[in-house]
């Protein structure tokens, strides 16, 4: 019956993916229960698997999109509350160019102060 709808709806069976069937639609709906924050206990109940196992390791999948929003969370995370500290940040990626002496004549120019050496408990 699948097979027929996915036809008459122009959706190819086939997909880069994967294919298209019963238990792909499974898949989709286990993985949006838990990205929407069940429980495993929750999404298990609603798939009503047998097994936690089952709803985590055979229809939960992670899903690039996802794993790059939650990556970007924890760095935002991370590096909230830190409104003066971006020069802290900037020299933690790399930015050479920047002093680790504290802030700068050019960085008092630009409105920055000495609060976030402070709150990060670093000697300028």
Same mark, same amino acid.
């Not at 997909?15 to 639609?25: I, S």
């Not at 802290?88 to 920047?98: R, Y």
């Given at each position: 019956?699948?097979?027929? =709808?996915?036809?008459? #709806? /122009?959706? &190819?069976?086939?997909? &880069?993916?994967?294919?298209?069937?019963?238990? *792909?639609?499974?898949? *989709?709906?286990?993985?949006? %229960?838990?990205?929407?924050?069940?429980? %495993?206990?929750? *999404?298990? @109940? +609603?798939?009503?698997? *047998?097994? &936690? !196992?089952?709803?985590? !390791?055979?229809?939960?999948?992670?899903?690039?999109?996802?794993?790059? $929003?939650?990556?970007?969370? %924890?760095?935002?995370?991370?590096? @909230?509350?830190? $409104?003066?500290?971006?020069? %802290?940040?900037?020299?933690?990626? /790399? #930015?050479?160019?920047?002093?680790? !002496? /504290?802030?700068?004549? @050019? =960085? +008092?120019? #630009? /409105?920055?102060?000495?609060?976030?050496?402070? =709150?990060? !408990?670093?000697?300028?």
């Amino acid at each position: 019956m699948i097979k027929r =709808d996915l036809k008459l #709806a /122009g959706i &190819p069976r086939w997909t &880069p993916e994967g294919k298209v069937d019963f238990h *792909a639609c499974r898949t *989709a709906y286990v993985t949006l %229960v838990l990205e929407t924050g069940a429980s %495993v206990k929750e *999404a298990q @109940s +609603l798939a009503r698997h *047998a097994t &936690p !196992n089952l709803t985590m !390791n055979t229809y939960g999948r992670s899903r690039k999109g996802r794993l790059s $929003e939650l990556a970007e969370a %924890v760095g935002n995370r991370l590096t @909230s509350g830190l $409104e003066c500290a971006t020069g %802290v940040l900037k020299l933690a990626a /790399g #930015a050479e160019s920047l002093s680790a !002496n /504290g802030p700068q004549s @050019s =960085d +008092l120019r #630009a /409105g920055k102060t000495w609060r976030a050496w402070e =709150d990060l !408990n670093l000697q300028p």
